[in-house]
């Protein structure tokens, strides 16, 4: 990672940030773009106000990148409430019931984990962004509207319980607070994996605290407070970060010119069904993301 700062022109690249609690994914951009001085800034998928961890933004041109790494698996650190359901499935909802949960059982709770991993069907909660319509489903909830989220195919790689602690809620409801680990795909809620847990066991759960501490390789150890940015902007060069994300083809400098005038190469059967592919051409110049698409190079974004 290298650190740069430019008075006159912002700098092409990623910033690993670690999102505080209380600030959303649109605030963290804003405050960015202040910091790197320029209005092409984006994020690499949300994080909810409450949760902290991993965002990761791109600068200038690093923009291009930021749908392909969307996709790519997060991994969370995260406490589990057993014995409250909430409006939200999230410790910020009105809570809607408490059951006590203190005769819930271990072995109850790796039963239910277990079928919440693997590839599962999943619905998110109704106060995420999903558009249902053409209307984000957090505002349809905030109109009191009646709907349905249809379940989505989502993959929760590993779901892991580290602790599990007795807790009394402020109403008097004996609970059971579960310190968890996730890593899934894009498009996972946790708390909905929180709420359905509950649910399965009959005490009904929500998040309490969710920290993410990785996106693709990016990970928490590389990730910078807005105040340490704000002191020293440090950004990860567009080639680094390719190269860190996608898998690697290296070029000659005749298909290296043929690609950036929209030739559609052949590509070597490795790379095929790959999804984005980083391009360098000899000097290590970053070409461009592109795709094997029946072993040809679908270009995705031109960078060179």
């Known amino acids: ?11 092409d690249g990623l910033v690993v940030v670690d999102k505080p609690s209380g600030f959303t994914s649109h605030d963290v951009v804003a405050k960015m773009r202040g910091i790197a ?11 909810d106000p409450m949760a902290t961890g991993v965002l990761v933004l791109g600068v200038e041109k690093a923009t291009k990148l930021l749908g392909h790494l969307a ?15 909430t409006i939200t499935d999230d410790a910020e909802g009105e809570i809607t019931a408490s059951v006590d949960a203190s005769k819930v059982t271990r072995e109850a709770v790796d ?57 009394v809620a402020e109403d008097g409801t004996p609970v059971l607070d579960l310190v968890v680990s996730v890593v899934c795909s894009s498009g996972t809620y946790i708390r909905a994996l929180a709420r359905d847990l509950g649910a399965d066991l009959g ?42 994300a996608f898998p690697r083809w290296d070029v000659d400098d005749r298909r290296a010119g043929l690609l950036l005038n929209g030739v559609r ?18 000097t290590g110049r970053f070409l461009a993301l592109v795709e094997s698409q029946k072993g040809k190079a679908k270009s995705l974004a031109i960078f060179g």
């Open 1 to 11: 990672m290298t650190q740069q700062r430019q008075k006159t022109t912002p700098p």
């Open 37 to 47: 001085r320029t209005r092409r800034i984006g994020h690499a998928g949300t994080l």
């Open 71 to 85: 996709l790519t698996e997060k991994e969370y650190l995260g406490t589990v409430r057993l014995g409250q359901t």
């Open 111 to 167: 039963a239910g984990i277990a079928k919440l991993t693997g590839a599962i069907m999943q619905v998110p909660s109704k106060v995420s962004a999903i558009k249902i319509d053409g209307v984000r489903s957090y505002k349809r909830a905030r109109d009191g509207e009646d709907f349905e989220i249809p379940a989505r195919p989502v993959t929760v790689s590993s779901f892991a319980v580290y602790d599990v602690r007795d807790a």
């Open 203 to 244: 005490v009904g759960g929500h998040l309490t605290a969710l920290r993410r501490t990785r996106v693709g390789p990016y990970k928490l150890e590389s990730a910078r407070t807005l105040d340490q940015l704000q002191a020293e902007l440090t950004v990860m060069p567009v080639a680094e970060a390719a190269t860190a």
């Open 265 to 282: 190469l052949e590509m070597p059967e490795e790379y095929e069904g790959r999804g984005a592919v980083a391009v360098f051409d000899p």
